[in-house]
């Protein structure tokens, strides 16, 4: 990136290094304020309903002996970040782990043994400079597919996502407003489907066309890059997103992280979360407009039991229509899949099922 | 499918559903053929260089307690593919268990319980019309990315693979010759990259428009589409294809399911394998040319120890070049992935490991 965001970023980290040399020149201890990223350190923002950091913060030390090591790989990590965004390159966490491993001079240690451990000084790094990793031009994993109504503009290539064959556009991992722009868009809605093979039936019934909608699949949790996506696509061009995951607690929660984000990450909520989105689908009530489900249907497993109960208890599902929901589904004591529509017909899915949900705006939300 | 193919798959389908009836008129035993998918039954051609199978059959009967249920089960599914083929969709194999599950009148039977049932029964019906399951209208999971010198029509769409941005075009899972098809192409060969991390950092560094490649990753193993369209890659439009992958027994486990098939899938391999494919890297030598990588390899665990033991005696690793990287991967006892090339640099890999790899053949075979 070269961007205003880059240059911003760039002044921050230079920023933050130059209150450590600044501190130096003063003869004091270096440190550098690091939000902390605890549970207790993260609020549900009720009224913005989205899981949110608080401001409590960690100064880390140089000349302090449990910190030193940290404070030494905070700043090997922001130089690392500089690099890329000064050369304009990107890198994975992993990458960015091997080009920060290193002996340190005269010693035995390593700057870093573990991934785990360069990861989580990205983070430090992130929420100390107010950045997305993405905006450090680090990535995650890459997966997921879109098409639809809408031009998209990637690295200057120019997408037309209604004319992308059955295979669609492959969602990079990095979004950000300087690599993707949006161009025409006659959407009027943002279908995100938790599985690939649904995304496939979806699109090759051209539902997209018919129903003017964007669509996208995640493979599963959807990756940061598809996040970030739904993301802009709810505040730039104001469409709402409706997200289709299997009936099942894991299929609530991928919907509770693409609204209000995870607990892990709620410092990145803001710019990662879509407090508009609206849950199409599958409900536990399904089985009463379709009768057909009883033939498909699954039995809830001990771990589903017991994650539906937790999920029951979060603060973001305390809707009464959610409780609802979840507790017909402890009391039918059954899950249903996505791909279990096909029991009625292939197309069933496209055809009716989802029109009639949008029709009837029949959403939890 | 519309097309001559999908004419030729319903007629063998209708071919022995035929045979059946005629046997039933004659008040005979009806019964098909099922070619054996056992060990047994798979054979190393040397000579082509992919595991085949070999021509044992099994006759499975209606009027047998140990094989009615199957022999309807086997009817059950062809039938489902014909009216996919019919109506022109394709469903998943999940959606094709759900398709066919019902209960079986006036008892307390399912045609299927489990989906590990339906799948097997489709590689039954695969093997017993000589169709692959995506003749079948069927499909596995779909994952992976391509860009390059190509332009590639899919399902009448023309994707040109030189501007796709920095997410390109998500490979589809079905990729038969019906729905992709090759226009102008530029490329001198194809990459297959094991890791979407790789991939993001070569198209970044846009080496496939120095190199005049096509490069693709399949996000580790590779699924079925893309071992499909590296077949199509190689047969029509004669391109070798280098398979870029972690040096460790996984890596080298990729590159033999991608060269010579897998023995699971034997059957398919005269369509899938390609064994032409060449093993770029990462190889057990690298260390010898870089020994930055001995600052970033990883200790061999116990199962990467008996996995290479394992690979060493499959017959397809017999040539001496082979025995000797795998040997001194196991004498070195450390392995390498390929996220470790950003140790050097982060365009280490595309400005010169691989570049130099090309322009001094120094592939394995």
Redesign the interface.
Known sequence: MSSKTSKAVIQRLRGAAGEVVKTIQKGKNPSIGIPLRTLANVKWNEKRFIIEMGNAKQERFFFNVSMAKKFMQTFLVASSCQD?IE?Q????I??????T???VADTKENTFEEQDESDEIIEDVEVAVNALREELNL?A??????VGDIT????????DAR????????????VEPE??QFRKCDAKFVLLVEK??L???LN??KFWQKHKCILLTG?GQPPRGIRRLLNRFVTELKLPVYVFVDNDPWGYYIYSVVKQGSINLAYESIRMAVPQAKFIGLSSYDRESYPFLD??DIKLEEQDISRAKQILEYPWFQKKEWQREIRNMLKTGVKF?L?????KR??FVSEEYLPKKIKDKDFLD
Chains 1, 2 share one sequence.
């Open positions: 890329l050369s390159k990107s890198a994975s992993r990458e960015l782990f091997y080009m491993k290193r002996s990535k994993a890459k997966k997921g597919s879109l998209i503009v990637d690295k200057g290539d120019t997408i004319r992308m064959g059955s295979g669609g556009w492959a969602i990079p991992s990095i690599i993707i690939d093979a995304w496939e039936r090759e019934d493979n033939e498909v899949e791909e279990a529509l096909a029991k292939i197309s």
